[in-house]
């Protein structure tokens, strides 16, 4: 993964990796030792930009606090 902050104060995430694919979400954080719950293995990119200013106000619209949390 990389990471910058931009000049406008956004921040640029850019990923490009293989990830493990559950049935169950819940089952993530123990795939390292159970690796018998991997159905498949993706290949996943991503290009985000991430606004605070974006996160506080879509927090304050939607009532969300640990989005609220998380643009402070």
Do not use: C
């Amino acid at each position: 993964m990389t990471y910058q902050r931009l000049p406008t104060g956004e921040w640029h995430y850019t990923l490009n990796a293989s990830m493990p694919i559950a049935d169950n979400p819940e089952d993530l954080p123990k795939l390292s030792q159970h690796r018998e719950l991997v159905r498949a293995i993706a290949q996943v990119n991503f290009d985000l930009t991430l606004s605070l200013n974006s996160a506080k106000n879509q927090a304050i619209n939607t009532g969300n606090k640990s989005a609220k949390s998380a643009a402070k």
